[in-house]
């Protein structure tokens, strides 16, 4: 099992830029694919970004251009950088591993407890 741990979220204006960080510890962090996810309230959690075992990063058409996913296997941890934030962006954003390389929560077995992201216009 993979233990998840998100931090770096927070209250930003539109057009301002945060930079998410996911630990990891239990498991080998190497042995999964890795994503962001977000919800928002009232929606369902939807994909952001995802990253291979490969190191080949794959975006939802909503981050493209915006977001940026990477990762430090030495240090075992995640990163979402978010820049040129808007309004609609602010949600719950969670990290997760899993076996699949994919943006579908159901591809993925186990998740952070979350980061609260609010941008505000």
């Known amino acids: 099992q993979v233990q998840l741990v998100e931090s770096g979220g927070g209250s930003v204006q539109a057009g301002g830029s945060l930079r998410l960080s996911c630990a990891a510890s239990?498991?080998?962090?190497?042995?999964?694919?890795m994503g962001w996810f977000r919800q928002a309230p009232g929606k369902e959690r939807e994909g952001v970004a995802a990253?291979?075992?490969?190191?080949?990063?794959y975006y939802a058409d909503s981050a493209k251009g915006r977001f940026t996913i990477a990762q430090d296997n030495a240090k075992s941890t995640l990163y979402l950088q978010m820049n040129s934030l808007k309004p609609e962006d602010t949600a719950i954003y969670y990290c997760a591993a899993g076996s699949w390389y994919s943006l579908e929560t159901s591809k993925y077995d186990y998740w952070g407890q979350g980061t609260q992201v609010t941008v505000s216009s």
């Open positions: 239990g498991d080998t962090y190497n042995r999964y694919c």
């Open positions: 990253i291979g075992l490969d190191g080949i990063p």
